[in-house]
T-cell receptor, first 109, second 113 residues
Framework: GQSLEQPSEVTAVEGAIVQINCTYQTSGFYGLSWYQQHDGGAPTFLSYNALDGLEETGRFSSFLSRSDSYGYLLLQELQMKDSASYFC??????????FGSGTRLLVRP | DAGVTQSPTHLIKTRGQHVTLRCSPI?????VSWYQQVLGQGPQFIFQYYEKEERGRGNFPDRFSARQFPNYSSELNVNALLLGDSALYLC????????????FGAGTRLSVL
């Protein structure tokens, strides 16, 4: 079967760094994406890794290790507005985008 | 430029009824995908259309169908509604058939009573 595993909830303090992990098992792999979704809002694209290594976009970085079927999203200098749900998503061999169940991040002052 | 627009924003139906949800992609985007998101879960893929052809189908019953029009807008139809169909239905558009970057609309929240 196809599955993506990520922690259900993470809590961190404003200004800190937090890492959200994602492990995946899919039929085929064409890249790992991360999306952010605020309560009541639409998912918005954050980053994408097709190859192993680190991709950096401002305060957000994403890492991929294809041999370990593992990736993570790193959020630095946390702000209150970063409180949201974060989803990892894998594009499989039929090019469907498969989402994880999401990690709810709570940033505390 | 307008983002992905979906209508209606909210909908209440009763079991057994039929519903049609609409989506307009970002101008220039030719691919539209539909997702179902149940509270507390990630979006689940339903369909993808590109250039008016179905390019992918998720694990949903035949009660779910969709189509894409010449202007690349799309409709999702659900027949014989069940209580379990209550969810947020999201539409996403992308430039290409296997577009990595998908832009999501705000969704249609469907409640089936």
């Amino acid at each position: 079967g196809q599955s993506l595993e990520q922690p259900s909830e993470v809590t961190a303090v404003e200004g800190a760094i937090v890492q959200i992990n994602c492990t995946y098992q899919t039929s085929g792999f064409y890249g790992l994406s991360w999306y952010q979704q605020h309560d009541g809002g639409a998912p918005t694209f954050l980053s994408y890794n097709a190859l192993d290594g680190l991709e950096e976009t401002g305060r957000f970085s994403s890492f991929l290790s294809r041999s370990d079927s593992y990736g993570y999203l790193l959020l630095q200098e946390l702000q209150m507005k970063d409180s949201a749900s974060y989803f990892c998503a894998v594009r499989d061999s039929s090019y469907k985008l498969i989402f994880g169940s999401g990690t709810r991040l709570l940033v505390r002052p | 430029d307008a983002g992905v627009t979906q209508s209606p924003t909210h909908l209440i139906k009763t079991r057994g009824q039929h519903v049609t949800l609409r989506c307009s992609p970002i101008s220039g985007h030719k691919s539209v995908s539909w997702y179902q998101q149940v509270l507390g879960q990630g979006p689940q893929f339903i369909f993808q259309y590109y250039e008016k052809e179905e390019r992918g189908r998720g694990n949903f019953p035949d009660r779910f169908s969709a189509r894409q029009f010449p202007n690349y807008s799309s409709e999702l139809n659900v027949n014989a509604l069940l209580l379990g169909d209550s969810a947020l239905y999201l539409c996403a558009s992308s430039l290409a058939n296997q577009g990595v970057l998908q832009y999501f609309g705000a969704g249609t929240r469907l409640s089936v009573l």
